[in-house]
């Protein structure tokens, strides 16, 4: 019995060193990589046993131990190899919820669990793991397909649906008639059906009816009895942080990858490098396992400058399709829409033909625009009680009358004036080279650059070869101190800027 005692005791004083190391390697994971990286990914690892030379870690789900082994499976073994000197293998299984709760209760003496029968230390057979690993497999995958409960969707999903905008009220003309199409393709997709286009990539200026497009996707998605999510990018990375924040990111993944169709819209402010590393993630898991993806922006990927470049590389691997400007006779169909709905509120409100013709050729920008000309035209009508004629509309919507929209300047536009006006190369600009020739044209890029496009000064460098948003600045005040003192510079400054504005 004492020798028994004595063996037990040195059985424990083990587990008690297996935990210590453990816990340094954590620690020293975490100092390594982050808290908000630690957190997401780590903090729900644990240590299942220590073998001779091997380590043995449990992780909740399939995915999690996917994303561990092909992200982390190096940074992972080196800590664990320095805390266990023997160790030269390190294994992660899926634990289910059954052997969470026998470790949580068993402790220590789950790693190290003697025989009794042969006074050595037992370990699981390979046949047993497989046989857990695949029920765990087969468990995460029920749980993944399984309809999401109506309190976890409203957990995560804050961009509501306004049930005005269907199919039945988007109206179609050449602009759009691609995107409708194929929209309405998606909608009507079963799950399990091939994927023709994943993912759908959207994009038009405001007011083109993108929005409109994607939440009657999503309409006609949840009527057709698929798991269809909208969001807006700011409300993705609202969730994302939030669930950071909770220390439990993972549920934030897994029920975003147990959908069949995720619709993403405005993907131009999605901001944050974590942001677009995680939906990159879900973009490449939904995707990967059949899942649908769409996506709409205000510019084609090629125009999206801060955004990775793996995002866009997916997003070019889709379909991409265009919204354009609505023609007149699109623009005479909405407002008449706008006016018979107003109608139904308002019986006396009536607008001839004539005037709805007028509205529809001086207003060419987009579609609110011609919603709030119908709102004025109400306006008008209701409060004076005179009829509506081309005089009454113009005065109503002389405020929406805007003259030709200036043209969207690119950086690389710039780029590539200044230096072929300078008889230099575009890569001449954006090098380290610091001789005249070279300085001045680069100064007056950067400056124009500041001056004709929205662009920040941190993303002005950026796209200058990697130089610091100082380094800009310094170089628009350059500029206007020289055009302030040399008529000649500020005379070729002035040329570039008008050809570019043209």
Same mark, same amino acid.
């Given at each position: 019995?004492?020798?028994?005692?004595?063996?037990?005791?040195?059985?424990?004083?083990?587990?008690?060193?297996?935990?210590?190391?453990?816990?340094?390697?954590?620690?020293?994971?975490?100092?390594?990589?982050?808290?908000?990286?630690?957190?997401?990914?780590?903090?729900?690892?644990?240590?299942?046993?220590?073998?001779?030379?091997?380590?043995?870690?449990?992780?909740?789900?399939?995915?999690?131990?996917?994303?561990?082994?092909?992200?982390?499976?190096?940074?992972?073994?080196?800590?664990?190899?320095?805390?266990?000197?023997?160790?030269?293998?390190?294994?992660?299984?899926?634990?289910?919820?059954?052997?969470?709760?026998?470790?949580?209760?068993?402790?220590?003496?789950?790693?190290?669990?003697?025989?009794?029968?042969?006074?050595?230390?037992?370990?699981?057979?390979?046949?047993?793991?497989?046989?857990?690993?695949?029920?765990?497999?087969?468990?995460?995958?029920?749980?993944?397909?399984?309809?999401?409960?109506?309190?976890? +969707?409203?957990?995560?999903?804050?961009?509501?649906?306004?049930?005005?905008?269907?199919?039945?009220?988007?109206?179609?003309? &050449?602009?759009?008639? *691609?995107?409708?199409?194929?929209?309405?393709?998606?909608?009507?997709? =079963?799950?399990?059906?091939?994927?023709?286009?994943?993912?759908?990539?959207?994009?038009?200026?405001?007011?083109?009816?993108?929005?409109? *497009?994607?939440?009657?996707?999503?309409?006609?998605?949840?009527?057709?009895?698929?798991?269809?999510?909208?969001?807006?990018?700011?409300?993705?990375?609202?969730? !994302?942080?939030?669930? *950071?924040?909770? =220390?439990?990111?993972?549920?934030?993944?897994?029920?975003?990858?147990?959908?069949?169709?995720?619709?993403?819209?405005?993907?131009? !402010?999605?901001?944050?490098?974590? /942001?677009?590393?995680?939906?990159?993630?879900?973009?490449?898991?939904?995707?990967?396992?059949?899942?649908?993806?769409?996506?709409?922006?205000?510019?084609?990927?090629?125009?999206?400058?801060?955004?990775?470049?793996?995002?866009?590389?997916?997003?070019?691997?889709? *379909?991409?399709?265009?919204?354009?400007?609505?023609?007149?006779?699109?623009?005479?169909?909405?407002?008449?829409?706008?006016?018979?709905?107003?109608?139904?509120?308002?019986?006396?409100?009536?607008?001839?033909?004539?005037?709805?013709?007028?509205?529809?050729?001086?207003?060419?920008?987009?579609?609110?625009?011609?919603?709030?000309?119908?709102?004025?035209?109400?306006?008008?009508?209701?409060?004076?009680?005179?009829?509506?004629?081309?005089?009454?509309?113009?005065?109503?919507?002389?405020?929406?009358?805007?003259?030709?929209? &200036?043209?969207?300047?690119?950086?690389?536009?710039?780029?590539?004036?200044?230096?072929?006006?300078?008889?230099?190369?575009?890569?001449?600009?954006?090098?380290?080279?610091?001789?005249? /020739?070279?300085?001045?044209?680069?100064?007056?890029? +950067?400056?124009?650059?500041?001056?004709?496009?929205?662009?920040?000064? &941190?993303?002005?460098?950026?796209?200058?070869?990697?130089?610091?948003?100082?380094?800009? $600045?310094?170089?628009?005040?350059?500029?206007?101190?020289?055009?302030?003192?040399?008529?000649?510079?500020?005379?070729?400054?002035?040329? $570039?800027?008008?050809?570019?504005?043209?």
């Amino acid at each position: 019995m004492p020798e028994q005692n004595h063996w037990q005791a040195g059985l424990n004083d083990g587990a008690s060193a297996h935990r210590q190391s453990w816990e340094r390697a954590r620690g020293r994971l975490r100092d390594e990589l982050g808290d908000a990286v630690y957190n997401s990914w780590f903090a729900r690892l644990e240590l299942e046993r220590v073998d001779a030379n091997a380590v043995l870690l449990t992780v909740p789900t399939k995915f999690l131990k996917s994303w561990l082994q092909s992200h982390y499976g190096d940074c992972l073994k080196a800590r664990l190899c320095a805390e266990f000197p023997s160790v030269n293998r390190v294994t992660i299984e899926v634990r289910s919820p059954s052997r969470k709760a026998k470790t949580r209760e068993a402790g220590a003496d789950q790693m190290v669990a003697p025989s009794s029968s042969a006074g050595v230390v037992e370990r699981s057979s390979p046949s047993f793991v497989r046989s857990h690993a695949a029920a765990d497999a087969a468990s995460f995958r029920r749980a993944a397909t399984r309809p999401l409960a109506r309190q976890e +969707m409203d957990a995560f999903i804050a961009s509501p649906l306004d049930r005005r905008l269907s199919f039945s009220t988007f109206l179609i003309g &050449p602009s759009n008639q *691609l995107a409708y199409a194929a929209a309405c393709r998606i909608a009507k997709a =079963q799950t399990g059906d091939r994927l023709l286009f994943n993912p759908l990539y959207t994009h038009a200026s405001v007011g083109l009816g993108k929005t409109h *497009l994607l939440q009657a996707l999503a309409h006609a998605a949840n009527d057709n009895k698929r798991r269809a999510i909208y969001l807006t990018a700011e409300k993705f990375m609202c969730g !994302f942080v939030s669930a *950071l924040n909770a =220390q439990n990111p993972t549920t934030f993944k897994e029920r975003l990858r147990g959908i069949d169709l995720l619709i993403i819209d405005d993907v131009q !402010f999605l901001r944050g490098k974590s /942001n677009q590393q995680e939906f990159c993630h879900t973009l490449n898991a939904l995707i990967d396992a059949g899942r649908q993806v769409v996506v709409s922006a205000d510019r084609p990927p090629s125009e999206l400058e801060t955004l990775d470049e793996r995002l866009l590389s997916r997003f070019k691997g889709g *379909l991409c399709v265009d919204i354009g400007p609505l023609d007149e006779a699109l623009r005479v169909k909405i407002l008449e829409a706008r006016i018979a709905a107003a109608h139904e509120a308002q019986p006396n409100f009536h607008v001839p033909p004539a005037v709805i013709s007028y509205v529809a050729t001086t207003i060419p920008a987009n579609g609110r625009d011609l919603e709030g000309a119908v709102n004025r035209l109400l306006a008008h009508s209701t409060l004076s009680g005179a009829p509506l004629t081309i005089e009454t509309a113009e005065t109503a919507i002389r405020d929406l009358v805007r003259t030709q929209e &200036p043209k969207r300047v690119k950086i690389d536009d710039i780029q590539k004036l200044v230096a072929s006006h300078y008889n230099i190369s575009r890569t001449d600009i954006l090098s380290s080279r610091r001789t005249t /020739n070279v300085v001045r044209p680069r100064h007056i890029a +950067m400056y124009l650059s500041k001056v004709l496009t929205s662009r920040s000064l &941190p993303e002005i460098g950026r796209r200058f070869g990697g130089r610091d948003h100082t380094t800009v $600045l310094h170089a628009v005040r350059k500029v206007q101190e020289l055009a302030a003192k040399d008529k000649s510079f500020a005379e070729v400054v002035d040329l $570039l800027q008008r050809i570019l504005a043209d």
